[in-house]
């Protein structure tokens, strides 16, 4: 054991300094999210979600998806009904 404080495995970076010297742009100001953000009374025009600038893309994507996960469900509930007949069969019950 040694009297050396214990060091973390990884220091900080240090952030880049803000530039405050850029001018405003108006044409920020004016837009729809920035207008939003003030009415709802943010300090900054920044709401989440935003814009998809490619929403046909992503649309075609949550169908692929969807119908994955329906073809899943499907399976699924098809296979108990299987196994238990299989079950049923098997175990001569009934």
């Known amino acids: 054991m040694s009297n050396e404080p214990n060091q973390p495995a990884s220091q900080p970076t240090a952030q880049p300094p803000i530039n405050r010297s850029l001018p405003a742009d108006p044409e920020a100001y004016d837009s729809p ?3 939003l953000a ?14 998809d600038p490619r929403p046909e893309d992503g649309a075609r994507q ?3 998806y969807g119908r ?8 699924l509930i ?10 049923n069969l098997i175990t001569g019950g009934g």
Do not use: K, N, W
């Open 33 to 35: 999210r920035a207008a």
């Open 78 to 87: 098809l296979a108990g009904f299987v196994l238990g007949i299989i079950a």
């Open 38 to 51: 003030r009415q709802r009374g943010l300090s900054a025009p920044y709401i989440a979600g935003g814009r």
């Open 62 to 64: 949550d169908r692929f």
């Open 68 to 75: 994955i996960l329906l073809i899943m469900v499907v399976v």
